[in-house]
């Protein structure tokens, strides 16, 4: 039975990769910046994971701005899931984000050495494959990445350049088997009440009555974390870069197809023009994630790794269905 290292293990992605883990029969070493949190990230896991499976999850205490602890909890286990990343709040300067980002992958994959493993498969994001507006209408491969002159750069897309791009240097000069997952915006149903990350959007998207117009690839979490085991199980995945997402969507779509199914019951919202946005972006820190989205008309392909790993994503709408409606479960939402 072989061992997995998760990094981030509170997180929700990180809840969702455990589970798939755990329902097929890898052992799960977790880490945690505090072991108070495990309690609580193991009732999440238990929604999914039977009771006879769970005694297979442990956790270790460590952080990503810190070098101790990783390689001590990594010995003796078959790969390493680089999941953990700050995603910032729209206010940190980007050498903040850089140095959190870039600085703990770099931790966790020198952990990984020390400890003699060899396999990492890490997930990166689309926010390091973004490309100029005026690109136009295209398609992007899995080998684009983010054309750093773009002036519309927040820090947290910054931050996932320089920190996939740091994973692949340090594969490259210390012989990891490294594998990268870009995935767009993460939804999906919540496993803990607590963690809810980008599905705090779909409960604005369910209620604002004005709408930025913005572009987002939706990526359904647990096609992500099915993607990360098909990965590590996968030899053609080793050395690869590989898109996670459906084609494009819009927020007007999405609030629509809420509308339709009866999810959302305010009147149809107008939506804002984009140099609006941008000038309330300003002032409103959270709007500032935006930007890069607004306007844009290109999209990423998935072909690569529904060829070399069979692996097959939800539509848009059926992941956003049902994000609402676990938050309406969960009573996060009337």
């Not at 602890?69 to 940190?92: C, K, Q, R, Y």
């Amino acid at each position: 039975m072989q061992t997995i290292v998760v990094t981030g293990g509170s997180g929700y992605v990180a809840e969702w990769v455990i589970s798939d883990l755990l329902n097929h029969d890898y052992q799960v070493r977790a880490s945690l910046r505090s072991l108070k949190k495990a309690a609580r990230v193991q009732a999440a896991v238990a929604h999914q994971v039977p009771a006879t499976k769970m005694a297979r999850l442990t956790f270790f205490c460590a952080d990503l701005t810190q070098t101790k602890g990783w390689a001590e909890a990594m010995v003796g286990a078959d790969a390493v899931f680089h999941i953990a990343s700050p995603l910032g709040n729209g206010t940190e300067a980007v050498d903040e984000l850089v140095r959190i980002a870039k600085g703990g992958t770099v931790n966790v994959l020198a952990g990984a050495k020390a400890a003699g493993i060899t396999r990492v498969v890490m997930i990166s994001s689309q926010a390091a494959a973004t490309a100029p507006k005026a690109i136009g209408a295209v398609e992007l491969d899995d080998d684009y990445w983010t054309d750093m002159r773009n002036p519309e750069l927040v820090p947290y897309y910054v931050s996932k350049v320089e920190a996939e791009k740091a994973a692949w240097a340090f594969a490259n000069a210390h012989g990891l088997a490294l594998t990268t997952l870009l995935p767009g915006g993460i939804f999906g149903p919540l496993l803990d009440a607590q963690v809810q990350s980008s599905n705090a959007l779909v409960s604005e998207l369910l209620k604002m009555p004005l709408v930025p117009p913005v572009h987002i690839e939706v990526t359904d979490v647990r096609d992500l974390a099915l993607a990360m085991r098909l990965a590590l199980e996968a030899p053609a995945a080793v050395g690869q870069r590989y898109n996670v997402g459906t084609r494009p969507t819009t927020f007007p779509a999405i609030i629509a197809a809420y509308q339709q199914a009866g999810l959302r019951t305010k009147k149809m919202a107008l939506t804002v023009p984009s140099p609006l946005i941008k000038l309330a972006a300003k002032v409103q820190p959270a709007l500032r994630q935006l930007l890069p989205q607004l306007g844009i008309n290109y999209w990423h392909s998935s072909r690569h790794i529904k060829h070399d790993l069979q692996w097959q994503p939800r539509a848009w709408q059926e992941t956003m269905r049902d994000s609402a409606l676990s938050l309406r479960d969960w009573q996060l939402i009337d």
